[in-house]
């Protein structure tokens, strides 16, 4: 858990010439309108990480669907850690955390569609941050198909419950 703590905040944390290839994070275009709504409902939100197997585009790491994470943590907090600080969270849940990524930022013009929106680790999405898939010299994930195999995200735990007062 250190080594994969240490990982990831070295690729989320500030920009370190020795990581990432350039020396500040991008501003926003300011000829590009953002789109009105940030981010999608949550239902589309998880047709999206369904549609690329629960796995993140980028990198191919299998996702954890962020309510199953809140769910193991309930059921047990003394391994599945999580706080408020990094420092407090389980870092592999922490890592490997869903989120919709924009293919395009959205700071830079990238729209809400479908089509701009790919499944992403906590890694790949903050790492990249503001950049475009040219500057970072990452691959365009929508060019190659999804893995879809038994990875459900760990949404086979929805059964467990979802406060503490239902964990008795
Ligand atoms: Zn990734």
């Known amino acids: ?26 501003t926003a275009d300011a000829e590009f309108e953002r789109s009105a709504q940030r981010m999608p409902s949550s239902s589309f939100e998880r047709a999206i990480y369904v549609r690329d197997g629960w796995r993140c585009r980028y990198c ?19 391994v599945a850690r999580w706080g408020a600080r990094n420092a407090d ?20 013009g990238g ?11 906590n890694a790949c999405q903050f ?11 990452f691959f365009d994930p929508r060019d190659y198909l999804p893995t879809l195999d038994a990875w459900d995200g760990l949404t086979r735990l929805s059964r467990l419950p ?3 007062n239902e964990f008795q």
């Open 1 to 26: 858990m250190p080594i994969i703590a240490a990982y990831t905040a070295l690729v989320t944390g500030p920009v370190n010439p020795a990581v990432h290839w350039q020396s500040a994070m991008p």
């Open 60 to 78: 191919g790491v299998r996702i954890i669907e962020r309510s199953m994470r809140t769910r193991l943590h309930i059921c047990l907090p003394d």
């Open 89 to 108: 969270k389980h870092a592999a849940l922490a890592a490997l955390s869903a989120s919709l990524d924009h293919v395009v930022p959205h700071s830079r």
């Open 111 to 121: 729209t809400n569609d479908e089509a701009n929106l790919v499944t992403a680790c």
């Open 127 to 137: 790492g990249r941050g503001q950049w475009t898939l040219e500057e970072v010299g």
């Open 162 to 164: 979802t406060t503490s």
